[in-house]
C-alpha cells in the first residue's frame, strides 16, 4: 500500500487522476450523460495505456462522476446522475432560498466524507467485507429491496396516497417487456414498440429533466437568488460537525454497506440514508423544504458507495453497479483477472486503485470547491440558452444507448407524462424509486422461490433476511405510531 501511493503521486498519474476527476464532474452534471457512458467510450482508447495509468483514470471519473450530480440538482432540479435524484428533493429548495452555495458546499464535503469513510472499509476491510456480502442470498436481497420500497411511503410529498399510486405505476412500468424469468411479453398490450420495455435513462431524464423544462417554459422566468458574501461565510463550519456529523458518519456507513451489495446501487445507497436520515429527525415534517441534513444525507451515501462497490469488485470480482461492470471489463481488457487473485498476481494494480481511490476522492473536493462560485452561477443563465442546451445532451445521451431515435421518443412521452403528475400534485420521487426498485426485487424473489422450491419460510428463518423483515415491518408501523403520538 505504502509503495502504492509513492507511485501514485509521481506526475503521470496524478495527471490522469486529474482529467479523469475533471471529466467526471463535467459529465456528472449534465444531464443525459454519466460516468457509466463515458468510461464505456474511453474503454477502447485505455488498451494503449499502462494498465495502472489506466483503471486510476477510469477510477476516477467513476468518483467525479457520481459528485458532478450534485450540481444541477442543486441548481436546475435536474439530477445529472440517478444517484443525485434524493438530492433534488431539498438541494433545489435551498437554491431557490438563496442558499445555492450553501447547498453545494454542504454536498461537496458530505461527498468527501462519504468517500474517505467508505475507502477506509475499502483499504482496511475488503476481504472480510467482502466475505460477509457473499452471505446475501436471493431472499436477503429481496428483504432488503422490499424495505427500500416500504421507505417510499417516508419519502412522498404531499399525501400518503397519492405517493403510493405513483410508485406502484413506476413499478408496472418497470415490468413492462420480456419476462426476465420465462421470456413471455407483459403489459405490452400488443404494441411492438413495449417488447423492450423502458431503459432507464430515457424514463429517468423524461420525468426528471424534460417534465421539468415544459414546466419552467410555460411559467414566468424568476431568476435563483444568489448567495452574497465571501465563499467562508457559507464554507462548514464547527457548528456544522456538531449538527450533522452523526448524519454524515451514519449515511457513510450506509452507502459503503449497500455499495458492496452486488447489483443495489449509489441511487438505492441514497434513497436508504435520506430516508434513515428522516427517521432519526426531530423534525421530519421538514422534509423537502430545503433542509440541510437531507442533502448530506443523500451526498455522503452515494459517494460512499463508489468505494463500497470497489470491495466486492477487486477481491470478488462481482461488480457492484454498472460501472464497476464495466471497470471489470476494462481489467479483461488488460489481461488482469478479477478476483482474489488480482492481490497475488498483479498487487501494483489491486493497490494502484485502492490508492487512486482516497488521491480521487481529494481531488473531487478540491475541483468542487474551486467552482463553487462558477457553479452557482448556473442559475444566472438565461432559460433561452439554456434549457435548448440540456436538451440537445439529453437528445444525444439517450440516442447512444441504443442508436435508435425510440429511446429518444419515450424520454419525450415520460416528460410529458412527468409534467402531467407536477400538475396533478403527484411526486415524482416515489415513481422513479418504484422504477429502480420493482425490476431488482422480481429478480430475487424468483431466484429465492427457485433456489428453495417455492418455500417462502426461509425469508423468517435466515438471520438476515429476518432482520430485514423485521426492519421493513418497524418502518411501516412507526409513522402510524409517530402519528397517535402527535394526536394525543
Request: hydrophobic share 55%; glycine share 10%; charged share 10%.
Amino acid at each position: 500500500m505504502l509503495e502504492a501511493f509513492i507511485n501514485v503521486f509521481a506526475p503521470a498519474p496524478m495527471f490522469f487522476i486529474f482529467l479523469g476527476v475533471l471529466l467526471g464532474i463535467v459529465v456528472g452534471a449534465i444531464p443525459g450523460l454519466g460516468g457509466a457512458m463515458l468510461i464505456a467510450l474511453l474503454l477502447p482508447v485505455t488498451f494503449y495505456m499502462d494498465s495502472v495509468l489506466a483503471l486510476m483514470l477510469l477510477v476516477s471519473i467513476y468518483v467525479g462522476s457520481v459528485s458532478g450530480g450534485l450540481i444541477t440538482a442543486v441548481m436546475l432540479k435536474m439530477p445529472g446522475t440517478p444517484s443525485a435524484v434524493m438530492t433534488v428533493l431539498d438541494g433545489y429548495p435551498m437554491a431557490q432560498q438563496g442558499r445555492a452555495g450553501r447547498a453545494l458546499s454542504l454536498g461537496i464535503v458530505a461527498s468527501f466524507v462519504g468517500g474517505i469513510v467508505s475507502w477506509l472499509f475499502l483499504a482496511l476491510l475488503s476481504p472480510p467485507l467482502a466475505d460477509f456480502a457473499l452471505k446475501f442470498g436471493p431472499y436477503e436481497l429481496f428483504t432488503l429491496v422490499l424495505m427500500a420500497l416500504v421507505l417510499i411511503a417516508t419519502i412522498a410529498e404531499g399525501t400518503l396516497v397519492k405517493g403510493l399510486l405513483i410508485a406502484l405505476f413506476g413499478m408496472a412500468v418497470a415490468m413492462v417487456g420480456p419476462d426476465a424469468s420465462s421470456g413471455v411479453m407483459r403489459l405490452t398490450f400488443g404494441v411492438d414498440g413495449f417488447s423492450g420495455g423502458f431503459s432507464l435513462l430515457p424514463v429517468l431524464l423524461g420525468v426528471f429533466v424534460i417534465s421539468q423544462i415544459i414546466e419552467d417554459v410555460l411559467k414566468k422566468e424568476v431568476p435563483i437568488r444568489q448567495q452574497g458574501g465571501k465563499l467562508t461565510e457559507f464554507m462548514p463550519s464547527a457548528g456544522d460537525v456538531r449538527r450533522h456529523g452523526s448524519n454524515v458518519v451514519r449515511s457513510s456507513l450506509i452507502g459503503t454497506w449497500i455499495g458492496v451489495l452486488p447489483g443495489v446501487g449509489s441511487a438505492i445507497a441514497a434513497i436508504v440514508a435520506y430516508s434513515t436520515a428522516k427517521s432519526f429527525s426531530k423534525h421530519p415534517e421538514t422534509f423537502g423544504t430545503g433542509e440541510e441534513a437531507w442533502v448530506v444525507a443523500a451526498e455522503a451515501s452515494n459517494n460512499a458507495s463508489v468505494n463500497g462497490a470497489l470491495i466486492p469488485l477487486i477481491t470478488l470480482g462481482i461488480p457492484g453497479s454498472v460501472i464497476d461492470a464495466i471497470l471489470i471489463g476494462a481489467l479483461v481488457i488488460h489481461n488482469l483477472q478479477p478476483g482474489p487473485l488480482l492481490f497475488t498476481n498483479s498487487p501494483e494494480i489491486a493497490y494502484g486503485v485502492i490508492a487512486a481511490a482516497l488521491v480521487a476522492n481529494f481531488m473531487m473536493a478540491a475541483l468542487m470547491f474551486a467552482g463553487v462560485r462558477p457553479i452557482a452561477r448556473i442559475a444566472t443563465i438565461s432559460r433561452a440558452y439554456l434549457f435548448p442546451t440540456i436538451i440537445v445532451c439529453c437528445v444525444i445521451g439517450v440516442y447512444s444507448l441504443s442508436n435508435s431515435m425510440s429511446s429518444v421518443w419515450v424520454m419525450i412521452v415520460f416528460g410529458v407524462l412527468g409534467f402531467l403528475f407536477r400538475r396533478g400534485g403527484f411526486p415524482i420521487g416515489p415513481f422513479v424509486l418504484g422504477y429502480i426498485l420493482a425490476p431488482l426485487a422480481e429478480k430475487q424473489l424468483r431466484s429465492g422461490l427457485m433456489l428453495y422450491d417455492g418455500d417462502l419460510t426461509p425469508l423468517l428463518t435466515r438471520p438476515i433476511s429476518l432482520f430485514f423483515v423485521v426492519l421493513t415491518l418497524v418502518l411501516a408501523i412507526w409513522p402510524l405510531v409517530q402519528a397517535r403520538m402527535k394526536a394525543r
